[in-house]
């Protein structure tokens, strides 16, 4: 018996551009995560006594800022030496944009496999062969998989590899291969990297996604890290996944139908705040918290918007005791009374439905004389690219939501008029 690590897209000391911007951001925490992560792995491979590590590409995050990343990594990697741990990567998209790597020394424990064909590199004490291939350029369309050699008689074969696979949403189509593509190959073990999210995408053989080790921003929720992947002496498989992320990102969607004050909004905010905060396990949360459902209180909570943020910000900082940061509040919940309106005579009716007009007709807005391209103009480019999305309808959309409730509120005096 014996076990291995899968791991994959570590990408060592990811710029996060734009981070800066956000209130009260822990800046310091979110830019070692990645580092952070990367000690935990060894910590784990050393802990387990692990027969081999592999990284299935993007350890990188393209050109380096200077060889810090780069010696970071090689100090992991000489732990591994150290423990008698040998280290398997291929390079991937991200890898192959890096100019520096090629001028950087690894130790004698780390294979790096080859950019210009696939090979394969045996383990003879354990009956091993490990198939793999290095991007050559960052923009590789080509099916690699369909080069990968055949799979070596009387041994356990595992194929490395860095690709979309079939197509994954926000992944660009690197390496495109089919599960059939993998399968010809009678490999035991496919340990795939590129994208983000975990993914077993076939039981026998087992072909499998280990995700990245560590959430970057709020598209990247939830436990991070590496598989476990054990070998018994009947060559039978078995994978556990390790959380390995330091920082853990989420998205509270809490449910305010039929909330009817903010203290009861602030109540139930609370709750899924501790909740998520126990299952991060002692980690760092990074919190968006959507807040959704039919409620009379919906048009107090626009209306007193800046209370509400503050006020769930406090909440935050006082359950967390330091240790959960609020990225974002996004406010979509509905007005039952706005609803069931009739809306065919009164004044607010006519209001409402011209807002619900320029929701559905963008042209609207410029009969009405509405040209956001002047004000787009007069914004500075890092503010414009985080908050105005005029392109997007249904950010705008819901920007014209909250601009109805916030005049509605007014007009008929229930709100504070900041």
Known sequence: MFQFI?????????????????????????????RDALVQLVDLAIEQRVAF?????????????????????????????????PLYLISGNHDAANRMTRSLQLPDNVTLFSATQAETKLIPDLDVAIHGQSFATAATFDNLAQQYPVAQSGCFNIGVLHTCATGSEGHERYAPCSLEDLKAHNYDYWALGHIHNREILCEDPL??????????????????????????????????????????????????????????????????????????????????????????????LLANRHQLIAEIRGR????????VWIEKIKIQTADPVQINRDISDDALGEIHQ??????????????????????????????KESTLRLEDREWFNALLTEAESVLMSRLTGKGDNQ
């Not at 004389?369 to 787009?376: I, L």
Request: aromatic share 6%; net charge negative; proline share 4%.
């Open 316 to 323: 935050a900082v006082d359950i967390g005791r330091g240790e």
């Open 207 to 300: 072909i499998a996604f280990s995700g990245n080790i560590q959430g970057r921003h709020i598209r990247e929720t939830g436990p991070k890290g590496c598989l476990l992947v054990t070998v018994d002496d009947d060559r039978r498989l078995s994978t556990e996944f390790r959380a390995l992320d330091v920082l853990r990102w989420e998205r509270a969607t809490v449910n305010l139908s039929g909330a009817r004050s903010l203290e009861e909004t602030l109540d139930r905010v609370s709750t899924e705040i501790e909740t998520l905060l126990g299952q991060a396990e002692g980690r760092y949360l990074a919190l968006r918290i959507d807040l959704q459902g039919t409620c009379p209180v919906h048009t107090e």
């Open 6 to 34: 899968h791991a994959a897209d570590i990408h060592l000391d990811s710029p996060l551009k734009g981070l800066e911007q956000y209130q009260d951001a822990p800046t310091q925490i979110i830019r070692t995560a990645p």
């Open 53 to 85: 590590v592999l990284i299935a590409g993007d350890l990188y995050d393209g050109d380096w800022r200077d060889f810090n990343t780069g010696l970071f990594f090689v100090r992991q990697a000489q732990r591994l030496r150290d423990a008698g741990i």
């Open 354 to 383: 011209l807002f619900e007009q320029m929701k559905s007709n963008p042209e609207k807005l410029a009969e009405l004389g509405c040209d956001f391209s002047k004000v787009s103009q007069k914004i500075p480019a890092s503010v």
